[in-house]
Every structure is written in structure tokens, then in C-alpha cells.
């Protein structure tokens, strides 16, 4: 999965430190130790491996000055090309083909070997799924443009229904 999103990368002078490989094994390390996978927490999960590990990723790597190490800014520079690549030109809340192949991919790799076949069932059930980014309630431009306004029912006696900015996700599985 990690070369073909890194088959669609722009190709510049010189190597990228950071592969498409190492950045999603860091925002795995930030989910797996609990943590929200911001780019900061990617970064600090890379950084904080082991020094072997570390040059077999590429975070530490020897340049004609020196020993240098993956900095934060080339975690955010590969994301935003990562997502230039799996990203739709002019959203309409559907994925782009390469990014539904990759969600393919990461959903076929979870399934053990023994499960694949075992059942043919499928579950189907909805959330509601806030934003990163938030817009007034006036008509400016919103960061995230596929995301709207909803409404979020409690079942909790004394729990307010409340508006949220964000998706009504749905996932089957």
C-alpha cells in the first residue's frame, strides 16, 4: 500500500528522508500508545525509537554535515503529499479510487489468515464523527469542506442533544 500512495508523490532532486512506509508506521506507533495521531505525535513516536530502528526507518540518516534526524516539518510536508495523492480535486464526500484501494488494503491486511473465510456476516452501524476544523455558524469557508453541521441525540437521561460540525460516518463490517 505504502508504494503505491508513494508511486503518486511528485519526485524532486534530491530523496525524500521520510517514506510514505515510515509515516504510517508512525501515526500506527501514536495510535497504539494512546495517542491522537497529530502530525507533532507522529513525529515524537518516530523520534522516540530506538537508534537502530531509527536508521532502518530512515528517521536518522547521515547527510555530508553530520548525523541528522527527521524533523517535523518533513513529517507535515510528506502528509500533505500523501494526502494530495489520495485527495479529490473538488469533494463531494465520496473517496477517490486510490484512496478506497487503500482503505481496501488496510481492512484485508487486519483479517487473520483463519478469519477470512469464517463467516460471510456483515455488521452495518453509523457515528456521528466530528471535524478537526470547526466554522462558524455564518457562511465563511470552512477548512474541511465536506463537513457539515448535524445533530447528536443522547439516550442518557439529563445528557443535552447537542449540534456537532463534522460527518455522519458509516461503516459495514
Excluded at 508504494?3 to 501515526?27: D, F, H, N
Excluded at 465520496?94 to 460471510?120: H, R, W
Excluded at 437521561?157 to 461503516?171: A, P
Amino acid at each position: 500500500m505504502a508504494e503505491r500512495i508513494a508511486a503518486g508523490m511528485p519526485i524532486g532532486p534530491r530523496p525524500r528522508q521520510l517514506s510514505v512506509r515510515t509515516l504510517l508506521v508512525g501515526m500506527l506507533l501514536a495510535l497504539a500508545d494512546g495517542r491522537a495521531a497529530h502530525l507533532s505525535r507522529v513525529h515524537t513516536a518516530l523520534v522516540g525509537l530506538g537508534q537502530a530502528d531509527q536508521v532502518r526507518l530512515g528517521v536518522l540518516v547521515q547527510w555530508k554535515t553530520g548525523t541528522h534526524c527527521l524533523t517535523y516539518r518533513q513529517v507535515e510536508y510528506t502528509f500533505s503529499r500523501v494526502v494530495a495523492v489520495l485527495a479529490r480535486q473538488s469533494p463531494d464526500g465520496s473517496p477517490t479510487e486510490a484512496l478506497s484501494v487503500v482503505i481496501d488494503d488496510l481492512v484485508e491486511a487486519s483479517i487473520g489468515a483463519d478469519y477470512k473465510t469464517a463467516s460471510a456476516s456483515l455488521a452495518v452501524d453509523w457515528t456521528d464523527m466530528e471535524s478537526w476544523s470547526t466554522r462558524p455558524h455564518t457562511n465563511q469557508v470552512s477548512m474541511d469542506p465536506e463537513a457539515s453541521w448535524g445533530h447528536r441525540r443522547s439516550n442518557v437521561m439529563g445528557v443535552q442533544d447537542e449540534l456537532f460540525f463534522g460527518y455522519y460516518l458509516s461503516g459495514a463490517v
